[in-house]
């Protein structure tokens, strides 16, 4: 099976910072990678989908970029509602991987 | 609104069954996959089985391949996930999930609440 490397596993920051985190496939993938945000007691919500292409509703200081085994969620200007937990998934083939998630805190 | 709505979450002992129910609503049901992903406690996410909208396909992760079944009733909006010799490493918050088309299942676009599924002796 496919794996999916994520990290980093947490980070924190600062509401108006800049934060990136990267998901590595162990083969290429192509364009299928999703990124999904989690709150605590809550469902997933998907972010970004197809590796770069944001969710209706989404708002748009989130953005998503790679293709192939490397890619990247980016957050700019976060905000307090932005802490969280994020997690990519693959969907190219069977099984539907995702990585162990980010856990995004306020420093 | 789309709506998923997951339940039959309850306490079994290993080797036991129990069936997760999820209604959905605010689509037509019938023309989009569906999908059962789960979390164990403090853990991540494991995409567990997917049901292409007609029902023609269903799909499994390996650790349930054999013990699970997912099946559909598009006339009631419902999706099922039978559960059978259940075990204890499938303890886990299970989520009903809509995907974004009729076939593919890992594009999960809206989800549900989550409903507990402990196994415990």
């Known amino acids: 099976d496919i794996q999916m490397t994520q990290s980093p596993s947490s980070l924190s920051a600062s509401v108006g910072d800049r934060v990136t985190i990267t998901c590595q496939a162990s083969q290429d993938i192509s364009h299928y990678l999703n990124w999904y945000q989690q709150k605590p007691g809550k469902a997933p919500k998907l972010l970004i989908y197809?590796?770069?292409n944001l969710e209706t509703g989404v708002p748009s200081r989130f953005s998503g970029s790679g293709s192939g085994t490397d890619f990247t969620l980016t957050i700019t200007n976060l905000q307090p509602e932005d802490f969280a937990t994020y997690f990519c998934q693959r969907y190219d083939d069977l099984p539907y991987t995702f990585g162990l998630g980010t856990k995004l805190d306020i420093k | 609104e789309v709506q998923v709505l997951d339940s039959g979450g309850d306490i079994v002992q290993p080797g036991g069954s129990l069936r997760l129910s999820c209604v959905a609503s605010g689509f037509p049901f019938r023309s989009y996959a569906m999908s059962w992903v789960r979390q164990a406690p403090g853990k991540g996410l494991e995409w567990v089985s997917g049901?292409?909208?007609?029902?023609?396909?269903?799909y499994y992760a390996d650790s349930v391949k054999g013990r699970f079944t997912i099946s559909r009733d598009n006339s009631k909006n419902t999706v099922y996930l039978q559960m059978n010799s259940l075990r204890v490493e499938d303890t886990a918050t299970y989520y009903c999930a809509k995907a974004r088309t009729t076939l593919t299942t890992g594009l999960l676009d809206s989800w549900g609440q989550g409903t507990l599924v402990t196994v415990s002796a």
């Open positions: 049901i292409s909208g007609s029902a023609s396909g269903t």
């Open positions: 197809d590796a770069s």
